[in-house]
């Protein structure tokens, strides 16, 4: 008896995720000053790895709104430049309407599937960096290989990833009772996904394959820090669009029930009035 094994459909996720990132684009830039004060921190210390300063030419691979692409701009200064890229149109006009706000006349915007990298024709960058984007590529080897296509000789790119799950469960906790509720079955192979790169020797391994020398890789505590457990729910549920694609064969009573105990379990991190979410970021750095 033959049995079909379910195989990960890459270009249909590419669609869905185009379709996700384009209606969450207008949440996730609400959220901007949040994504700063969590993400921040191990931003400058992705950049420091990269070795960017004043007069650096950056390439931001899955920029998003872009929060993380005018760091940059703050630090390459009138002499550098930041080429800020995304898959989605939506999420990227957002990065590209700030940088103006903000007077920025060093950075530009295209939109760019992170796995066609070497279609970019540009001269070569300093430094390549890719925050939070590099784990939900399916081709992830591809995406590594097109970033140090783009770089110059002995230039530096970074990914920051976040590590396990069980050090994430801000995200974690939320993503198993969705998983749960919806019977959902676990990942497919080659499926990627938050957590697809969440060890050092996984990291440290797919940036060897790809040619990198020199490797580093620094593990950073990251929580994300919130008024309540509510706030924090409403972060996921405005910002995370694959959390309503695994909710969406569930029925409107059910999907609420879902968000409840999410809201509950997430309350475990309230403390004295303040949620401190559970968060570990991976930042790997290479030379080329």
Known sequence: MNVNTP???????????????????????????????????????????CSVADGSRVL??????????????????????????????????????????AGFSNVSTQVLDGEMLTELEANPFDAVISRVGLI????????????????RQDGKAAAMVYSSAEKNQFFSIPVSIIRRRANLPAPLPGQPGPFSLGTEDKLE?????????????????APVRLSSATECLQFEQESFGALHQMLSGLSDAEQDEAWSEIEEALGQFETDGQFEGPCEMLVAAGKK
Request: glycine share 8%; no cysteine; net charge neutral.
């Open 205 to 221: 391994q797919l940036f060897a394959e790809a040619g990198f020398r020199s490797i580093q890789i620094e593990r950073i505590s």
């Open 136 to 151: 939900y590529f399916p081709d992830q080897p591809k995406a590594l290989a097109g970033m140090k296509h783009q770089l």
């Open 60 to 101: 931001d691979v899955a920029a998003g709104a872009g929060e993380q692409s005018l760091a940059v701009a703050r630090r390459v200064g009138s002499n550098g430049h930041v080429l800020a890229t995304d898959i989605s149109p939506n999420i990227l006009q957002y990065a590209a309407t700030e940088a103006k706000l």
């Open 7 to 49: 195989k990960f459909d890459a270009q249909q996720y590419k669609e869905t995720t185009l379709q996700q990132w384009n209606s969450a684009a207008g949440a996730w830039h609400r959220w901007g000053p949040l994504l700063s004060r969590w993400l921040g921190p191990a931003t400058e210390t992705m950049l420091d790895m």
